[in-house]
């Protein structure tokens, strides 16, 4: 079976970390990921999945810069040439046009996934106005399967329709807490030449907007005030060089504050960094789905401060995750400060946890199969 994923910018953000999450688990039951991706996809992914099997393809440009036609057109014909079992879209409202390129294809099995709860672009308000309702008929039109990774991102791109929920899976033995991941954790604080005593403020993802770090930044600067903190931000992004200008300037005011950037770093490398961190920050603004760094901070044992934009479906119900109101950053020091003396959960019960909200990695790849199968067995009755 072979199933054509098209991601925006494969290698980056959550959605392409869960599909390659699946294909790593389906793979074995005989399924191939095929790939279409946009420009700003990372090399090296698209060669870790070539080496795996899988084919890439790279349109020169997503729907709002291709234009729908051409777009389609693209899409169709790629769909004509080779055979696929099926499409799995992940590009929000513009996968629309995608899906009903593959409904003219005669494309199986039609999958729209949606990962955000909001639009992610800024955009003219009476072009959005106009587009959205457009693009929400073409995606459900050219369908069989509508998903979504949390509650609000499926209310958000299928306007009240109904779809199948299909929640993010971690691995779990890679980050629960265990003398080897406690190890790691110290061996990055002496690493980073912190001391001991330092109050470790961590966050994971894109430096962008909707992950807002520079929120992170003010309360860590907060904290610092008070006493001795290092703030750690893993990953890269548009606004990096602007956080780092700004955390360059706090560090001058402010002698306790040290401030880390780590870059952009596989899943593997990342797992360490959740057993160095004393609290996890994600002040995210209006439009997360569910962020995979929240579950795997959860996983470590880590005690997070979510934005109440953060869907509270993605609590693992471990007593970690606190939901706080953007805009005082003083308050959000205060529940780091809060946090450190939190006692953290063994491995046994995080690992219940997990079982019981179906956030296992192995769980979370079978109920894409299922999806996969149900639907060619759906098509195989059809006259």
Not at 90 to 97: A, D, F, I, P, R
């Amino acid at each position: 079976m072979r199933i054509l994923q098209v991601v925006g910018r494969l290698g980056r953000g959550g959605d392409s970390a869960a599909i390659l999450s699946a294909m790593g688990h389906l793979q074995k039951q005989g399924v191939v990921f095929d790939f279409l991706t946009h420009p700003g996809f990372v090399e090296r992914t698209a060669e870790q999945v070539k080496a795996a099997g899988s084919r890439v393809w790279v349109l020169p440009g997503d729907v709002r810069r291709m234009g729908p036609l051409r777009y389609f057109c693209r899409v169709y014909r790629l769909l004509r040439e080779y055979p696929f079992q099926g499409v799995h879209f992940h590009t929000s409202l513009q996968s629309g046009v995608g899906l009903m390129a593959a409904r003219a294809a005669r494309v199986p099995v039609r999958v729209c996934h949606a990962h955000a709860a909001e639009i992610q672009r800024r955009a003219n308000p009476l072009l959005r106005a106009a587009a959205v309702p457009v693009l929400r008929w073409m995606l459900v039109q050219g369908s069989t399967c509508l998903t979504a990774c949390g509650t609000e991102a499926g209310n958000f791109l299928f306007g009240g329709r109904e779809f199948r929920l299909l929640s993010n899976g971690v691995p779990l033995a890679s980050y629960l807490p265990c003398p080897e991941r406690i190890r790691e954790g110290e061996a990055i604080r002496e690493r980073l030449h912190i001391s001991p005593e330092a109050a470790v403020i961590g966050q994971v993802g894109r430096l962008d907007r909707m992950k807002n770090a520079k929120h992170t930044l003010e309360a860590a600067a907060f904290l610092a005030q008070k006493r001795e903190t290092a703030l750690i931000l893993v990953g890269d992004g548009e606004e990096r060089e602007v956080l780092e200008r700004q955390a360059a300037k706090m560090e001058s005011q402010i002698p306790a504050l040290k401030v880390f950037f780590t870059g952009r770093l596989t899943r593997e490398e990342v797992s360490g960094f959740y057993h160095a961190f004393d609290c996890m920050m994600l002040p995210s603004h209006p439009g997360e789905g569910v962020p995979l760094s929240l579950l795997e901070g959860q996983a470590a044992g880590c005690p997070v401060l979510a934005s109440r934009f953060i869907p509270r479906d993605t609590d693992a119900g471990v007593g970690l995750v606190r939901f706080l109101p953007l805009g005082s950053a003083e308050l959000w020091a205060a529940e780091a400060e809060a946090a450190l003396e939190k006692d953290r959960p063994d491995a046994a019960r995080i690992g219940e946890a997990f079982r019981r909200r179906g956030f296992l990695e192995e769980e979370a790849a079978q109920r894409w199969m299922e999806i996969y199968t149900h639907g060619l067995d759906k098509k195989a009755l059809e006259p």
